[in-house]
């Protein structure tokens, strides 16, 4: 699948058009934290079996719901940009744990190497992962550049990239997302 493609269906799975309306700011390892475990690897599993196009974002039971009102800060104004910022995990995570099963990229390094191409480099992807979700032309070069970048760091191979687009792209809106 063409990069362009992948990144429309990764962002019309997360819904990111709300990233247009404000909420409180959120912290997404408090969410992803309080949905059950057996949920959390099963959208693991999801992008382990269906790439970014498979994945499927946990859908949260009361006792989950409950917990992140609780825990997490949701409310009435933020509840859907939460549950945006668990897919967002879902997809980070999923790509996370491929491109560590596939080609021994430990999160610790997936960690550093995507600190080390820098914030403008992450907000650049953010910002054009949200151009596409709004159906802007945007500019593709700045993305590129931040996946080019993360795969030089980890010495990634070409067919690593397809993974390396669903973490950039996860990752970049759910930094977004927790700065709404």
Do not use: H
Request: charged share 20%.
């Amino acid at each position: 699948m063409r990069p362009e493609r992948l990144l429309a269906a990764i962002a019309a799975a997360l819904g990111l058009l709300a990233l247009a309306s404000p909420a409180a700011a959120l912290d997404g390892e408090c969410l992803w934290n309080n949905v059950e475990t057996s949920k959390r690897a099963a959208a693991i599993e999801s992008y382990r079996t269906g790439g970014a196009q498979g994945v499927q974002a946990p859908s949260l039971n009361n006792d989950e719901v409950r917990a992140v009102v609780a825990n997490c800060g949701v409310n009435e104004e933020n509840a859907e940009v939460a549950g945006m910022l668990i897919a967002a995990i879902s997809f980070e995570k999923g790509a996370g744990a491929i491109l560590q099963e596939r080609f021994d990229v430990s999160p610790v390094a997936l960690e550093r190497a995507w600190e080390g191409i820098g914030k403008a480099a992450q907000d650049a992807a953010g910002i054009y992962i949200i151009g596409i979700v709004e159906g802007q032309s945007a500019d593709p070069k700045p993305f590129d550049d931040a996946v080019s970048q993360l795969m030089a760091a980890m010495k990634l191979p070409e067919n690593a990239r397809q993974d390396v687009i669903a973490f950039v792209t996860g990752r970049s809106s759910r930094q977004k997302l927790q700065t709404r």
